[in-house]
T-cell receptor, first 115, second 111 residues
Framework: KAGVTQTPRYLIKTRGQQVTLSCSPI?????VSWYQQTPGQGLQFLFE???????NKGNFPGRFSGRQFSNSRSEMNVSTLELGDSALYLC??????????????FGPGTRLTVL | GEDVEQSLFLSVREGDSSVINCTYT??????LYWYKQEPGAGLQLLTYIFSNMDMKQDQRLTVLLNKKDKHLSLRIADTQTGDSAIYFCAERSGGSYIPTFGRGTSLIVHP
């Protein structure tokens, strides 16, 4: 079956703009988690959505938001972009919220560059 | 808060064994796991271990857990050039759905 897909794969924006990233989970998966990966901070959890509800949230400012649709697809939005938002944004899907590690699958990521 | 530490780089010769080490601080960790990330790709779960286990072997991979020292290691036997990647250690406590990742160890395999 198809894996987790993320669009777009690459994105270039300028400071002050906003951006929306999309993640389509594996069919049947209802949980989508988002992570930010940077060389300086490593992998950091942003938030998790399950059945259209935000279940968990990491320590990021309110400029970072997300949502999940009834088909489990999820989007994350970053407003008023800063240079430090340049990162690889990864999403991961699983059938349930908080399941075992082998139940979570990652997408290839969206590489966001802020100029 | 919780912290996971890994060395940044490891260089080995093809055919040798690689050992990637990780230390963590959360004594309530339930799951400890290893991910592999190849260039341009997301994270691929390699293996994971419950905190009540000492060792887990899966083909060329051996995970050792020392709970007393909060030390986790991943041994890759007969390392191949295709094993070149970044390896992330992660832990998750039973009360949290959110894993804490290390910064990743870049494994370079040379002929």
């Amino acid at each position: 079956k198809a894996g987790v897909t993320q669009t777009p794969r690459y994105l270039i924006k300028t400071r002050g703009q906003q951006v929306t990233l999309s993640c389509s989970p594996i069919s049947g998966h209802r949980s989508v988690s988002w992570y930010q990966q940077t060389p300086g901070q490593g992998l950091q959890f942003l938030f998790e959505y399950f059945s259209e509800t935000q279940r968990n949230k990491g320590n990021f400012p309110g400029r970072f938001s997300g949502r999940q649709f009834s088909n489990s697809r999820s989007e994350m939005n970053v407003s008023t972009l800063e240079l430090g938002d340049s990162a690889l944004y990864l999403c991961a899907s699983s059938k349930t919220s908080g399941g075992a590690p082998n139940e979570q699958f990652f997408g290839p990521g969206t590489r966001l560059t802020v100029l | 808060g919780e912290d996971v530490e890994q060395s940044l780089f490891l260089s080995v010769r093809e055919g040798d064994s690689s050992v990637i080490n990780c230390t963590y601080t959360d004594s309530s960790s339930t799951y400890l796991y290893w991910y592999k990330q190849e260039p341009g790709a997301g994270l691929q779960l390699l293996t994971y271990i419950f905190s009540n286990m000492d060792m887990k072997q899966d083909q060329r991979l051996t995970v050792l857990l020392n709970k007393k020292d909060k030390h986790l290691s991943l041994r890759i036997a007969d390392t191949q050039t295709g094993d070149s990647a970044i390896y992330f250690c992660a832990e998750r406590s039973g009360g949290s759905y959110i894993p804490t990742f290390g910064r990743g160890t870049s494994l370079i395999v040379h002929p």
